[in-house]
């Protein structure tokens, strides 16, 4: 099919990391700075499309020019020929989503950071009862803690919670009750 050259736009060279003109856009250039990863998966989307010049669709990463990694999603279909009815070009579009992807995995780590840190209080609280009751390292009472979590298959959070909950209301006597808790 074709030449194997491609024609890209002034942006399309941008998010590949050159300058208009720089390169001649080949299919090999093209799948050479695909993300080793997603390589094979973008070679297989294009086999088919010059196969079957069916509608395409890709989201996956490449390493420009520089050596930085983006997010990008190609579009497109193949165009046939009128007499032969063979496929001869792709045609599509490259979008760079490299922020949109890079802003909601800040997202995410700023929700699973919060979460976390939440859940951390009464894990320490709980831990410090542990040390008072028992005389052991910090070390020692988050690993019962976390066997006991694994045993009873109750998040260590709030198994935690309830060892806080019980140290407060039982207050200098919560020892009994606390390892019973624990059993």
């Known amino acids: 099919m074709g030449t194997g050259t491609w024609w890209w736009s002034a942006e399309t060279y941008r998010v590949h990391g050159f300058e208009p003109g720089d ?12 993300h080793p990863d997603d390589r094979e998966h973008v070679r297989a989307v294009l086999d088919r499309a010059a196969t079957t010049g069916e509608p395409f669709s890709s989201v996956h990463r490449i390493m420009d020019a520089h050596g930085v990694e983006r997010y990008v999603v190609l579009v497109g279909q193949g165009r046939r ?13 490259f979008v760079d989503i490299t922020a949109t992807v890079a802003g909601r995995a800040q997202e995410r780590a700023r929700r699973d950071i919060t979460a976390a840190a939440e859940g951390r209080g009464p894990i320490e609280q709980a831990k410090g009862i542990l040390i008072a009751m028992h005389g052991v390292s910090g070390d020692e009472a988050f690993a019962r803690l976390k ?26 006597d919560c020892a009994e009750r606390i390892d019973a808790i624990l059993r």
């Open 81 to 93: 020929d009128r007499e032969s009815g063979e496929v001869v070009e792709l045609l599509g579009y």
């Open 147 to 172: 066997q006991v979590s694994n045993d009873k298959n109750v998040r260590l959070r709030e198994l935690a919670s309830v060892v806080v909950d019980e140290a407060g209301r039982a207050g200098g």
């Open 23 to 34: 390169v001649v856009p080949t299919t090999e250039l093209v799948l050479a700075h695909k």
